[in-house]
């Protein structure tokens, strides 16, 4: 089944239960990130060194991108129009590639947050904004025609780990690594509201580490809802003892609505989060006990399904079909997970 959506596209129905991998490519080093863009053509991906990978959707061909970082990258944000990627690395650089040419090449590059880590970007609904957030706390906004920087939210007390922007395009949401999740006004730049998520978030005195914080955060298409991944039960944090949740707010109040869990998924962790055309939401869980797809809907503790993938996955993100998820996998590999029937 097909539906229609508000800019004329067409995105199929998803149908979880009915899950299958289409596709495996690999890379050299381990991947931790993956990001489809705009046209749906090619999926972007980061890894343990300091390239980013391409790969063509259609036929699985790999180009490299070099030159851009000087370490792994984390995340990517694109142009609408899909012509230029960008990528933020643990070396706190931002690039602009050339994302459609045959041999892509770096455009500029910018110390977004100095030597620390650049964890997310995300672009604005109209694409006038890209906003980073990283290890020195910072949130900043980016013109993403010309690297200039518009604006910067400072508030955070840990390490950013998590950005969303509200459909709307007038604010943006930041998650940390102590669950705390913070909606900013994008022209003033006034901190609006403040999310408690600090069920994610949990500190061990005996090992003296900070564990969890909002790994992924993800609104519905209607903007009421907020939804931030994460673990918790993390009675050991060095021994990856912890369960993947999901804590899901109502946007409007601020008010936490339920916890949605996996139960049985030992050393779990939520580190995306994505909302589906039929209003259930998507989560990829990796850590020892490998990797899985979790699906849920909102009304529900307990999620409705769950898909177990080959290897322990790092990132996903879901095609512009509505269909097509592509995962990052310690295993090297890239895969393809339609959430529609196998072709006859």
Known sequence: MLRHTNSAAYIETPD????WVASAWAHDRPLISCRFDPTGQYVFCGSEDSVVERFR???????????????????????????????????????????????????????????????ALVTSPDGTVVASGGNDRMVRLWNPADGSLIREFAGHEKHVYSLAFHPNGQTLFSGDLGGIVRQWDLKTGAELKKFDASALYSYNGGQQVDFGGARA??????????????????????????????V???VETGAAERQLIAEGITQGVVWRLNWLADGSLAG?????????LIFWKPDAEKDVHRFQ??????????????????????DRNLRITKLTAKPA
């Open 57 to 119: 959707l259609s036929d699985g061909v790999k180009t490299v991108l070099s030159g851009g970082h000087m370490t792994w990258v984390n995340a990517f944000a694109f142009t609408p129009d899909g012509k230029v990627v960008m990528s933020g690395g643990c070396d706190g650089k931002i690039t602009w590639w050339t994302a459609q040419d045959d041999s892509p090449q770096v455009q500029r590059s910018i110390a977004a947050h100095g030597t620390q880590w650049v964890r």
């Open 309 to 330: 993938l080959p290897n322990l996955a790092r990132d996903m993100d879901l095609h512009p079909d509505g269909v097509t998820i592509a995962t990052a996998h310690h």
């Open 217 to 246: 955060l993800a609104v519905s298409a209607d903007g009421q809802r907020l939804a931030a991944g994460g673990l918790y039960k993390a009675s050991n944090p060095l021994g990856a003892v912890h369960e993947p949740l999901v």
């Open 248 to 250: 899901l707010f109502n």
């Open 16 to 19: 979880p239960k009915l899950a």
């Open 284 to 292: 990829v869980s990796g850590g020892g006990s490998g990797g899985w």
